[in-house]
C-alpha cells in the first residue's frame, strides 16, 4: 500500500483538463502507475482509448471529474468487457495524486485513534454498520440466478402516494354543512348611497302560495 505518499510533475503548467489527466497520471516517475497496463499498450499503438474495454488485464479510467482541480481514477482488472475487478482509487488535487484509503485501512486507523476520540470511532462503525444492514436489505437470492440486487421495491415505497380526494360521504357531510350554515348566517347586500354609508338591501321574501 503506498497511502503514505503523494506524487505530482511540476513540468506540466497548466494543470491537466479531464482529456489530458490519465495521460498526466502516466507520468513515468508516478509510482502509482503500473505500466504494464493495457493504457500503456494502446498508447504505443496510438489505438482509441475505447479499445481498452476489448481488452483483458490492468487498467486506468477516469471514474468521477470535478474541474479544474478533482479528478479520481480507478486501477481495475478487466476480465470482460462489462466484469471488472476494483484494485485501487486515486484522487488529483490540484496536480498532487494519492491513493484513497480503503476500508480496512480506514478502520484500523480509527481503532488506532480510538484512544483519543472513542465518540469518532463510534460513529464511523455505527454508520458502516448502518450502510451494510441497508445493502444487504436490497439483496435477493435465486436457487437459479444466484444473489442480485433489487432496487425497485424500494423505489416504489418513496414514490408520494396521490393525496385522497375523500370519499363521497366526506363529500356530501361537507356541502351539507355549509348549506347549513348559509342558512342560519345569509350574506347581506348592501346598496351603496352617495355620501353615505352603505344600506342593507332586505332580501325579497317568498309568498306562499294560498
Known amino acids: 500500500k503506498q497511502l503514505d505518499i503523494s506524487w505530482h510533475d511540476p513540468t506540466w503548467n497548466p494543470l491537466p483538463n479531464k482529456d489530458q489527466i490519465l495521460d498526466y497520471f502516466s507520468g513515468r516517475s508516478n509510482p502509482f502507475y503500473d505500466r504494464t497496463c493495457n ?3 494502446i498508447r504505443m499503438q496510438r489505438l482509441n482509448r475505447k479499445h481498452v474495454m476489448n481488452m483483458v488485464g490492468l487498467e486506468y479510467i477516469l471514474l468521477h471529474e470535478q474541474q479544474p482541480i478533482l479528478y479520481v481514477i480507478r486501477k481495475q482488472r478487466r476480465h470482460s468487457p462489462k466484469q471488472v475487478t476494483t484494485i485501487a482509487d486515486y484522487y488529483v488535487i490540484a496536480g498532487v495524486a494519492y491513493q484513497a484509503p ?31 444492514t441497508q445493502a444487504l436489505s436490497y439483496s435477493r437470492y435465486h436457487p437459479a440466478k444466484g444473489y442480485t440486487w433489487n432496487f425497485n421495491e424500494h423505489n416504489e415505497e418513496k414514490k408520494k402516494k396521490t393525496p385522497d380526494a375523500g370519499s363521497m360521504f366526506q363529500i356530501n357531510r361537507v356541502d351539507t354543512l355549509l348549506a347549513s350554515l348559509t342558512q342560519r348566517f345569509p350574506h347581506t347586500h348592501v346598496q351603496q348611497q352617495d355620501g353615505g354609508k352603505p344600506t342593507p338591501i332586505e332580501p325579497a321574501k317568498k309568498v306562499e302560495k294560498p
Do not use: I, K, Q, Y
Not at 120 to 125: D, E, R, S, V
Open 39 to 41: 493504457n500503456e499498450t
Open 102 to 132: 480503503d476500508l480496512a485501512s480506514m478502520c484500523n486507523s480509527r481503532l488506532v485513534s480510538g484512544g483519543c476520540d472513542p465518540v469518532g470511532g463510534m460513529t464511523m462503525f455505527h454508520h458502516l454498520d448502518s450502510a451494510f
